[in-house]
């Protein structure tokens, strides 16, 4: 499970003011090498527009692959499910993650 908030900065960043996320995960590990996951996630978008911001539930499938004691590797498919100012789509995803 993880909760955050990310912040924009800089002239670019238009009328984004931010991004508060959730997301729950469950999954098994299969063999030592191989953990599919599924998980669910929500995204709630802050801007300055008078339309305001958006809301987004995805779910995403896919593996960790840990390697090490300190690295794992994730990759998926996450699919926006429903929303309000969405538009529906399809996503991969492959993260590389080092603990300190």
Same mark, same amino acid.
């Given at each position: 499970?993880? %909760?955050g +908030? #990310?912040l924009? =900065?800089g002239a670019?960043r238009?009328? !984004?003011?931010?991004?508060l =996320?959730?997301n $729950?995960?469950g999954?098994? &590990? $299969?063999?030592?090498?191989?953990q599919? !996951?599924? !998980?669910?996630n929500?995204e709630?978008t +802050?801007t300055? #527009?008078s339309?305001?911001?958006?809301? %987004?539930?995805?779910v995403t499938?896919?593996f960790v %692959?840990p390697f090490?004691?300190e690295?794992?590797i994730?990759v998926?498919?996450? +699919?926006?499910t429903w929303?309000?100012?969405? !538009? &529906?789509?399809?996503?991969g995803i492959?993260i590389?993650?080092?603990?300190l």
């Amino acid at each position: 499970m993880e %909760v955050g +908030y #990310s912040l924009p =900065f800089g002239a670019q960043r238009g009328e !984004e003011r931010g991004a508060l =996320f959730g997301n $729950v995960a469950g999954g098994w &590990q $299969v063999l030592s090498w191989l953990q599919p !996951e599924l !998980e669910l996630n929500y995204e709630h978008t +802050y801007t300055t #527009s008078s339309a305001g911001g958006s809301d %987004v539930l995805a779910v995403t499938g896919g593996f960790v %692959v840990p390697f090490g004691e300190e690295r794992l590797i994730s990759v998926g498919m996450q +699919y926006a499910t429903w929303g309000r100012r969405l !538009e &529906q789509s399809a996503s991969g995803i492959a993260i590389l993650k080092w603990t300190l």
